[in-house]
């Protein structure tokens, strides 16, 4: 299939982004907020929070960590709005933000072990784990007891998403929990459409291997 | 289709990607598969367990929370905000601390001598002159002329043990001199010493090109009034002519400890021919004669073809003169005579060497005399000349 192929319609079973909602009030807010109108940011807060938040939540798997990062999300797209030029819409700009924002975190914690150490002290990542384990970032396995999940299999779910590499992970977020289009994945995070569909391509195969037994 | 192509198609399959041909080609396999089936079934049930996990919200008042985090002030505008706010209350109180600080530190540096000394060495070598000018100078040389060789180094060890012996003022033998100065002398030589003190601070504060040095002695020598000559070679000067009393002989003040400071700083410092010579009119103007003897020795060695070196000859041999040194005294006019016959200061040069020759009882003095009244009838030195002859060599 070549890229002129890929659809950038959603599937059935995707979210609608909340970015189709935005445009042209997003772009009056964020000209109020560039005045220094702090409301005017607080109102953009209001109508991305839901989907900032699930992002983070999902990556990182814990609801109070979530929200901290969601926050520092926030933050720094208010100090950053000076260099927001408009060329994309307001949604776009923040969910790269997001994403990066997310993945450096993460790679931050990652590289600190022995501050975070495993979460859930998992038995198949002891200490001398080979380094392609580790590049899993079990260290983000999520805290399935803070986990207010609806249901076993969401927590399972979460559980075997947290066991994903953090680009699997937040590729398979985009796309199956966020409902981007491959267009809007390849812009948030920088990558071309083909790496878009072939990366995203392997690490559903890899979610359902690992869901499958519990399904 | 191969199972493995028809897996490969799954997620393009899921978001309803395929389309003609591959979407046929795919369907037609998992129809006829029931293994393919069976995974295409398991992905769409683990696809839509992910997509069930749906949006979530933060915990309520989230917006409220980023925005009063929003509104609190980072760390630099709070260190701005500690450092100048309010406005109106800061920054006078900071104007004045830094205007008390800077007093402070000015009255701590007038108030420190080791401070000011500290400083002085790289200031422009004019201060101690200015301070010293009122007080008595040598003989100026600067417009006169001469002959004789410089004194060599043993000399100079000679003239220092000589002068360490209580000096027998063979002035005293000698009449007094014509040119003694009188209470009027000395008042009309004050001026002079003005002038005089002018010129070493001139000299010192601006260390001049030869030229400078030559241009401004020149025209002072060939154009002042034989009367104004007199006044500024004589009154100021201890010549040997003025046979000073026993009781003023010692005139060579000691050093005060700050003036022997800053000497010793100075030397310390590398002595360019400017420096050189400026610390020599310093120590004439101070009366410290072997300093000044030494530095214009220095001068003159280090510098033979400076456009100075008549001139310190003079001084040199003026400074002789002022610690009744005549012998050495002598040898400094007649180099002058000798080697810069040009000079304008040639008769001055052999009418001191006479006066300091008539002060060793040397009557060739006279025979001196006569030929600088002969010889230079124009000079100032001619009148002085004839009156001495008169007054000491009938």
């Known amino acids: 299939m070549s890229e002129a192929e890929v659809p950038a319609s959603l599937p059935a079973t995707a979210v609608s982004p909340p970015a189709a909602a935005t445009g042209e009030q997003d772009r009056a807010l964020v000209d109020q907020a560039r005045a220094g109108d702090v409301g005017a940011f607080e109102m953009l807060v209001r109508r991305h929070q839901g989907w900032v938040f699930t992002l983070a939540l999902r990556m990182l798997g814990d609801r109070a960590e979530a929200e901290d990062m969601a926050q520092e999300i926030f933050l720094k797209a208010y100090r950053g709005l000076k260099r927001f030029k408009g060329a994309s819409r307001f949604s776009t700009w923040l969910y790269a933000i997001a994403s990066h924002h997310c993945l450096n975190q993460l790679e931050a914690r990652r590289r600190r072990p022995l501050q975070h150490g495993w979460a859930g002290g998992r038995p198949d990542h002891a200490e001398n784990d080979p380094p392609a384990v580790v590049d899993r970032l079990a260290d983000q396995a999520p805290r399935a007891d803070v986990l207010l999940e609806r249901t076993d299999l969401q927590r399972i779910v979460q559980t075997e998403l947290a066991n994903l590499t953090a680009e699997h992970r937040i590729i398979l977020v985009l796309r199956d929990i966020q409902g981007l289009s491959y267009e809007e994945i390849a812009q948030t995070l920088g990558l071309e459409l083909g790496t878009v569909r072939s990366r995203l391509h392997r690490a559903r195969m890899e979610m359902k291997a690992r869901l499958t037994p519990h399904l | 289709m191969t199972c493995d192509e028809a897996r490969a198609a799954f997620s393009d399959l899921y978001d309803e990607a395929l389309s003609g041909a591959p979407l046929v080609t795919v369907t037609q396999h998992l129809a006829s598969c029931p293994a393919c089936r069976a995974e295409w079934a398991s992905f769409r049930k683990a696809m839509q ?346």
């Open chain 2, 49 to 394: 367990a992910v997509a069930d996990l749906g949006i979530a919200e933060p915990s309520p008042g989230f917006a409220a929370r980023v925005r009063q985090q929003l509104e609190i002030p980072t760390r630099s505008q709070r260190v701005v905000q500690w450092l100048f706010l309010p406005l109106h209350v800061k920054v006078p109180i900071q104007a004045v601390a830094v205007l008390l600080v800077a007093f402070a530190g000015l009255l701590l540096y007038q108030r420190s001598p080791e401070l000011r000394r500290a400083t002085e060495p790289y200031q422009a070598s004019s201060p101690p002159v200015a301070r010293e000018a009122p007080t008595p100078v040598p003989p100026p040389a600067a417009e006169e002329p001469t002959r004789k060789k410089e004194s060599p180094a043993p000399q100079a060890d000679a003239s220092k043990a000589e002068q360490a012996k209580p000096e027998v003022p063979a002035t005293a033998a000698v009449a007094p001199p014509p040119q003694a100065p009188s209470e009027a002398e000395k008042d009309r030589g004050s001026p002079s010493l003005r002038e005089e003190a002018k010129e070493l601070e001139k000299t010192a504060t601006a260390p001049e090109s030869p030229k400078i040095e030559e241009s401004s002695r020149e025209p002072r020598a060939k154009s002042a009034e034989p009367g104004m000559a007199a006044r500024r070679v004589l009154p100021s000067a201890p010549t040997p002519l003025q046979a000073p009393a026993p009781s003023a002989a010692p005139v060579q003040a000691a050093p005060s400890p700050g003036a022997e400071m800053e000497r010793q700083i100075s030397s310390a410092r590398p002595r360019s021919a400017d420096q050189l010579y400026s610390t020599a009119l310093m120590d004439l103007g101070r009366q410290s004669y072997d300093q000044a003897i030494e530095s214009l020795r220095a001068f003159i060695q280090q510098n033979p073809r400076d456009t100075r070196v008549p001139d310190a000859r003079m001084r040199l041999a003026d400074a002789y003169v002022a610690q009744h040194r005549y012998s050495e005294a002598i040898l400094e006019y007649e180099a002058v005579a000798r080697e810069f016959p040009d000079s304008p200061l040639v008769p001055v040069a052999l009418y001191r060497q006479a006066q300091a020759r008539l002060a060793l009882g040397d009557q060739a003095g006279c025979q001196m005399l006569r030929d600088v009244a002969d010889r230079y009838p124009q000079a100032p030195e001619a009148a002085l000349a004839r009156e001495a002859l008169s007054t000491r060599c009938r």
